[in-house]
C-alpha cells in the first residue's frame, strides 16, 4: 500500500502540495503508519532564498526527498498571486501541528519528539492525555557530530512512532529527517515543525490571528526579538522578493519547472 498522490503547484523551482492546513493535517493522519518514514517540509520565505542560492546541497536534497512541502510564508503565496498568477495554499507547520493535535492525534499514538525538553513532554502529555510519547534532547551543534546525529537516528528507529515531531529548527529538522529516511527502517511520518509545539502548549507567545492573516507574523517576531529576528527578516528572508521579480522577467517560460535533484 502506498500513499496516495498530492497535487503540486511550482512556485519558483520547488513543488508545493496544494493542501491547505486542514487538508494537510487530513493526508499526514490518514497515511498508513506502517509505511516507510516518510517526512515533511514547510517551505518558507528563508528556506526558498538557500534552495534558489545552491550554497547547501544537502539541504535541497532533504528538500528534493521530502514526501510533502506545505507552503509556510504569506509572503510567498503574495508573489505567487501577483507575479505569476499562483494561489499557494497556506499550511504552516504550526497550524498543521495544532490541527493535527485537535482533529487527529489520540491518546494512544505513538509520538516521538527531536528537540525540546521535558516541560514540553509535560505540557504535551498533560494537554493531550498521551501516554506514549519519547523525547530526545541532542546536543547544541548535534548536526555537525556524527555520534550526535547517529543517536537521534537509533532514537527514532528504537521508538516506533505515528508521528516524529523534529523541533530542532532548520536546516538541522530536514536533514536528520532526510538521513532518517536513507538508513531505512523507521515508519510513520515526520514533520519539521520548529517551534511549532512550544506554541500549541504556551511555551512560546504566538502573533495573534489578525497578524497571521495580514501577513505581519514576521512583524511580531521582529517586535518581540529583533536581535534574533532581524537578520532572518532582512538579510536571510528579504531577497526571496528579488528572486521572485528576477525569474518573473528574465525567465518566464522556466520560472515553474521543478528544481532537479541536487
Known sequence: MTAAPVAQDLFLG???AHLDTVEAAAVI????????????VTPNAQHMVILDSGSDPAFARAYDAAWLRLCDSQIMRIL??????RDLPHA???DVTARLFA?????DDAITVIGGDDELAARLRRRYGLTRLALHQPPMGFIKDPAAVEACIRFVLDHPARYVFFAV????SELL?????????ATGVGLCIGSSLHFLTGMVPRAPRWMR???LEWLYRLVRDPRNHARRVFVESLPLVAIAVRARLTDPARRHQPRRPG
Open 80 to 85: 505567487g498571486r501577483m507575479l505569476f498568477d
Open 169 to 172: 529548527g532548520a536546516p538541522r
Open 103 to 107: 482533529a487527529h492525534v489520540r491518546p
Open 14 to 16: 520547488v513543488e508545493i
Open 177 to 185: 529527517a532526510h538521513r532518517i529516511a536513507e538508513r531505512g527502517g
Open 92 to 94: 504552516t507547520g504550526a
Open 29 to 40: 493522519a490518514a497515511r498508513d503508519p506502517a509505511l516507510p518514514f516518510a517526512y515533511v
Open 213 to 215: 492573516r495580514s501577513a
